[in-house]
């Protein structure tokens, strides 16, 4: 016969009261009680304060990372979206790659050891389901981005807990609480990109490199570098007023809804996943920056595809260059397949993604939400932010390494690749890319050492910067 289970006994308020079990062992050799989930919501709430005290504590000695995994009861979390900034220099990009070096991988171990994540949850990010806005491939920069996961967020102080044990490149500016359903990635309406642009792109094609296309064989050609004389030059350069029209022109064309399959790689895209939305396309006034001119480029769009900004960038500097006219973009949206060269991913920041659709969605339909999903409470951090680390380093990088002006020369050495570029707008058969056709390889640059050429290999076959939700 069963033995009959003793029931707790209800007070005279009706109310059970807390249930507790014998002592446990613990990994140290102490004892500790084991709370069942019967216990009041008073003794919870202690509870919960106790620990956050503990945690603090923990973190604050540098014990927090070397706790060992508890059974106790686990501190809340709440989904919440975080708001962060980065410098991409010196990262494989943003999203968590295993043996490469990620802005994901520095913000979940500072999560962690701050204490926004416990020990349980530490071995994985999925465990949270860790959740970005945009990703960014490497060396692109994100002035905002948006991070959604499942965090600890009872201390006050966890924010500047973070950022203590983040690289001065990457900060946190705040969090939002969120609803239990909200994902960065899939209810982010759009995103916002800014491209800054060194003018001497614009400059008349030279003549040295279209000599040695014209007398060099493919294969034994070397992109030249500029010497410093040359460099100074190019770098004194002022856009003139006709060709700044031309250029706003230009990227006045991409507005609206277009298909922007010569805008991607080809694997995967096809007529029916190659078409997107872009709001607005902006040039800016030029501005003086270390003695050169450059150009501020933003644009907004629904999502991007893989490379579809920079190739976006790269095919009006050709134009330009070549004077090829206006007309040659609209037969470029659809039709046949060409190569689109990227510019350099240098200039590509990530200024913010945007919310608005669930940012207008009333508070009844947002339980547990605190508030906006939005960077404007932190636009002078940012600000500081941007300048200091992303375009300080564009600028400086540009004029220590001439990265612009090597990745101008490398299309004019190979012009082979770019027939469609011509004064009259038209595509000729030789600049139609055939599918399953492997591209010519580039010889390599002067003194290119085995590690740049797997570097570059490295590059070109990991993911892009603009990749989003609805991408491929």
Same mark, same amino acid.
């Given at each position: 016969?069963?033995?009959?289970?003793? @029931?707790?006994?209800?007070?005279?308020?009706?109310?059970?009261?807390?249930?507790?079990?014998?002592?446990?062992?613990?990994?140290?050799?102490?004892?500790?009680?084991?709370y069942?989930?019967?216990?009041?919501?008073?003794?919870?709430?202690?509870?919960?304060?106790?620990k956050?005290?503990?945690?603090?504590?923990?973190?604050?000695?540098?014990?927090?990372?070397?706790?060992?995994?508890?059974?106790?009861?686990?501190?809340?979390?709440?989904?919440?979206?975080?708001?962060?900034?980065?410098?991409?220099?010196?990262? !494989?990009?943003?999203? =968590?790659?295993?043996?490469?070096?990620?802005?994901?991988?520095?913000?979940?171990?500072?999560?962690?050891?701050?204490?926004?994540?416990? =020990?349980?949850?530490?071995?994985?990010?999925?465990?949270?389901?860790? !959740?970005?806005?945009?990703?960014?491939?490497?060396?692109?920069?994100?002035?905002?981005?948006?991070?959604?996961?499942?965090?600890?967020?009872?201390?006050?102080?966890?924010?500047?807990?973070?950022?203590?044990?983040?690289?001065? !490149?990457?900060?946190?500016?705040?969090?939002?609480?969120?609803?239990?359903?909200?994902?960065?990635?899939?209810?982010?309406?759009?995103?916002?990109y800014?491209?800054?642009?060194?003018?001497?792109?614009?400059?008349e094609?030279?003549?040295?490199?279209?000599?040695?296309?014209?007398?060099?064989?493919?294969?034994?050609r070397?992109?030249?570098?500029?010497?410093?004389?040359?460099? !100074?030059?190019?770098?004194?350069?002022?856009?003139?007023?006709?060709?700044?029209?031309?250029?706003?022109?230009?990227?006045?064309?991409?507005?609206?809804t277009?298909d922007?399959?010569?805008?991607?790689?080809?694997?995967?895209?096809?007529?029916?996943?190659?078409?997107?939305?872009?709001?607005?396309?902006?040039?800016?006034?030029?501005?003086?920056?270390?003695?050169?001119?450059?150009?501020?480029?933003?644009?907004?769009?629904?999502?991007?595809?893989?490379?579809?900004?920079?190739?976006?960038v790269?095919?009006?500097?050709?134009?330009?260059?070549?004077?090829?006219?206006?007309?040659?973009?609209?037969?470029?949206?659809?039709?046949?397949?060409?190569n689109?060269?990227?510019?350099?991913?240098?200039?590509?920041?990530?200024?913010?993604?945007?919310?608005?659709?669930?940012?207008?969605?009333?508070?009844?339909?947002?339980?547990?939400?605190?508030?906006?999903?939005?960077?404007?409470?932190?636009?002078?951090?940012?600000?500081?932010?941007r300048q200091?680390?992303?375009?300080?380093?564009?600028?400086?990088?540009?004029?220590?390494?001439?990265?612009?002006d090597?990745?101008?020369?490398?299309?004019?050495?190979?012009?082979?690749?770019?027939?469609?570029?011509?004064?009259?707008?038209?595509?000729?058969?030789?600049?139609?890319?055939?599918?399953?056709?492997?591209?010519?390889?580039?010889?390599?640059?002067?003194?290119?050492?085995?590690?740049?050429?797997?570097?570059?290999?490295?590059?070109?076959?990991?993911?892009?910067?603009? @990749?989003?939700?609805?991408?491929?």
């Amino acid at each position: 016969m069963a033995e009959e289970q003793t @029931q707790p006994t209800a007070n005279v308020s009706g109310s059970v009261p807390p249930v507790k079990e014998p002592e446990v062992s613990t990994p140290d050799g102490g004892k500790r009680k084991r709370y069942i989930r019967a216990q009041t919501g008073k003794d919870r709430r202690e509870y919960v304060k106790r620990k956050i005290k503990e945690r603090s504590e923990e973190v604050n000695d540098g014990t927090a990372s070397n706790r060992p995994e508890s059974s106790e009861p686990r501190l809340p979390k709440r989904r919440a979206a975080l708001l962060i900034g980065f410098c991409g220099s010196d990262y !494989q990009g943003m999203q =968590a790659n295993e043996g490469a070096r990620t802005i994901e991988g520095e913000l979940f171990k500072a999560l962690c050891e701050a204490g926004a994540v416990s =020990a349980d949850n530490s071995t994985d990010q999925k465990k949270v389901q860790l !959740q970005r806005a945009a990703r960014t491939d490497k060396g692109v920069h994100a002035a905002g981005q948006v991070v959604s996961l499942k965090m600890i967020i009872e201390d006050p102080m966890i924010v500047e807990k973070i950022n203590q044990r983040l690289p001065a !490149q990457i900060r946190v500016w705040g969090f939002v609480r969120v609803v239990r359903s909200f994902n960065a990635k899939t209810m982010c309406d759009s995103r916002v990109y800014e491209y800054l642009l060194p003018t001497y792109t614009f400059m008349e094609p030279s003549k040295k490199c279209m000599e040695l296309a014209r007398t060099v064989p493919f294969e034994e050609r070397e992109i030249p570098v500029s010497s410093d004389e040359e460099m !100074q030059r190019k770098r004194d350069y002022r856009a003139p007023k006709e060709v700044l029209e031309f250029v706003k022109d230009a990227f006045g064309k991409y507005k609206g809804t277009h298909d922007f399959r010569n805008f991607t790689v080809t694997k995967g895209c096809t007529e029916n996943n190659s078409k997107r939305y872009i709001h607005w396309f902006d040039v800016s006034e030029p501005m003086i920056i270390n003695g050169s001119e450059w150009l501020s480029l933003k644009v907004k769009g629904q999502s991007f595809m893989l490379h579809q900004i920079r190739k976006m960038v790269g095919l009006v500097i050709l134009m330009v260059r070549a004077g090829a006219p206006l007309s040659l973009m609209d037969k470029l949206f659809g039709g046949s397949r060409v190569n689109i060269p990227k510019a350099p991913g240098l200039g590509l920041l990530l200024e913010r993604p945007v919310f608005d659709g669930y940012n207008k969605r009333p508070d009844s339909d947002k339980p547990g939400s605190s508030g906006k999903v939005s960077f404007e409470p932190y636009e002078k951090e940012i600000g500081e932010f941007r300048q200091k680390f992303i375009y300080d380093t564009i600028t400086k990088t540009e004029l220590d390494e001439a990265v612009f002006d090597n990745w101008v020369m490398s299309t004019e050495v190979f012009p082979e690749q770019y027939t469609y570029i011509n004064k009259e707008g038209i595509i000729p058969e030789s600049a139609i890319v055939v599918p399953g056709q492997e591209a010519r390889p580039r010889p390599r640059r002067p003194n290119a050492g085995i590690s740049t050429l797997a570097a570059d290999k490295k590059t070109a076959e990991s993911s892009e910067d603009e @990749q989003d939700s609805n991408d491929l």
